[in-house]
Nanobody, 129 residues
């Protein structure tokens, strides 16, 4: 089991930016695809973005494409989510998740929360209009 700790959430005005970080307590971080999900009040947890174990493949939800960027630094055991041009509808608790893998490719199920066994505690992002 991987321990994940998110940080970087906060309150920002619409059009602003935030960068979330998620640091993993694990021996070999590069054995994991890493993803971000978010959950708004009263709604299900939904996929935001995922990055492959070495960072060469990414996939985004349509709602955040061209505004958010996922990246990772395996030397620091950290995955990032750069969020630009934020909108009020981006308000949610953001969670990072880890998927153990031996593949260099993202699986077809990478956008499903059921694919991930390790989750962080979440960080709140609030975008005011």
């Amino acid at each position: 089991q991987v321990q994940l700790v998110e940080s970087g959430g906060g309150l920002v005005q619409a059009g602003g930016s935030l960068r979330l970080s998620c640091t993993a307590s694990v021996r070999t971080f590069s054995n994991y695809n890493m993803a971000w999900f978010r959950q708004a009040p009263g709604k299900e947890r939904v996929f935001v973005a995922v990055v492959s174990r070495f960072g060469d493949s990414t996939h985004y939800a349509d709602s955040v494409k061209d505004r958010f960027t996922i990246s990772r630094d395996n030397a620091k055991n950290t995955v990032y989510l750069q969020m630009d041009t934020l909108k009020p509808e981006d308000t949610a608790v953001y969670y990072c998740a880890a998927d153990f893998t031996g593949s260099n490719f993202l699986p077809p199920r990478a956008a499903s929360p059921n694919n991930y066994r390790s989750w962080g505690q979440g960080t709140q992002v609030t975008v005011s209009s």
